[in-house]
């Protein structure tokens, strides 16, 4: 995706979220809030005094991102949502149509293994059950449609390097145990509100809204991505087919060349200019 973007005109910048890649990873699991996720961003953004941004956010980087957007709108130009959520998820399908909720509500299974408190953090952290879980039949491309559908293509081995090195030991995963404990599957979670406060502002912010979605995703479906286009004032959806959870590794060109399409029917172009505060390899602390 980088070098096509970079190519046709726009700059990149590609943060590790705590926990995650080069930043620096807590072992603690009280270290991690989505505020503090949040936060982390927010002032690295403004230390590097980015300016005029087009927000891009998948899965737990679309609340980090789309709570920054909305917080600071006269630095955004325009967002970019794959496959995430922008209000809370319902305690099961009633509450869902009662309430008119995007998002359906967690499987079973999932709330069991992944939300349960220390039985979860031993499953994580130290059988690493859930990248097992998510990237199952990486090597061919998973088409279960009940189970793992991270990539639903072959991933090249070389590039699956770069996301089994992040969380290869224990003492790194603590920022991978405390994401599923931070979504808020019901009204008195703990980041219930300030997720659901998404969903209202962005119904009322006449920004250029793109929302590319995959269609073999097994944790959001393709009709969450079009009710998210349909809910903004100014949305446009884009289907990817065989694509998985990490549609942007699945279908990085045809995602790119999406959101080129997008940004230049929006006339929302930038001169490319290199800040001298910014470093290669900037991460979060």
Request: glycine fraction near 8%.
């Amino acid at each position: 995706m980088i070098p096509l973007l970079i190519k046709a005109g726009y700059r990149c910048f590609v943060p590790d979220l705590m926990g995650f890649g080069l930043s620096d990873t807590p072992e603690d699991e009280s270290a991690y809030s989505l505020q503090k996720h949040v936060s982390l961003m927010s002032g690295l953004i403004q230390q590097l005094g980015l300016r005029d941004m087009i927000v891009v956010g998948q899965d737990w980087g679309g609340p980090i991102s789309l709570r920054y957007a909305i917080e600071h709108k006269d630095n955004v130009r325009a967002l970019v949502i794959l496959n995430t959520f922008i209000e809370r998820f319902p305690v099961n399908d009633k509450e869902r149509t009662e309430l008119g909720i995007i998002t359906g509500p967690l499987p079973p299974g999932f709330s069991f293994l992944f939300k349960g408190g220390a039985f979860s953090s031993f499953l994580i952290k130290y059988l690493d059950f859930f990248r097992k879980f998510v990237w199952m039949k990486w090597r061919t491309g998973n088409s279960s449609r009940l189970l793992g559908s991270g990539f639903r293509r072959p991933v090249d081995p070389s590039a699956m390097e770069n996301y089994l090195i992040i969380h290869d030991k224990p003492a790194k995963r603590a920022g991978l145990v405390t994401f599923p404990k931070m979504i808020p599957n019901r009204k008195d979670h703990p980041n219930a509100a300030y997720v659901d406060e998404i969903r209202r502002e962005l119904e009322q912010w006449d920004i250029p809204v793109q929302v590319i979605w995959s269609d073999g995703d097994m944790a959001w479906k393709a009709d969450e991505g079009a009710r998210i286009a349909q809910t903004v004032p100014d949305g446009q959806f884009h289907l990817v087919h065989h694509a998985g959870h990490f549609l942007q590794e699945d279908a990085g060109k045809e995602v790119a060349e999406q959101m080129i399409r997008f940004l230049r029917s929006r006339k929302i172009y930038f001169p490319i200019e290199y800040a001298h505060n910014i470093r290669p390899g900037s991460h979060l602390e």
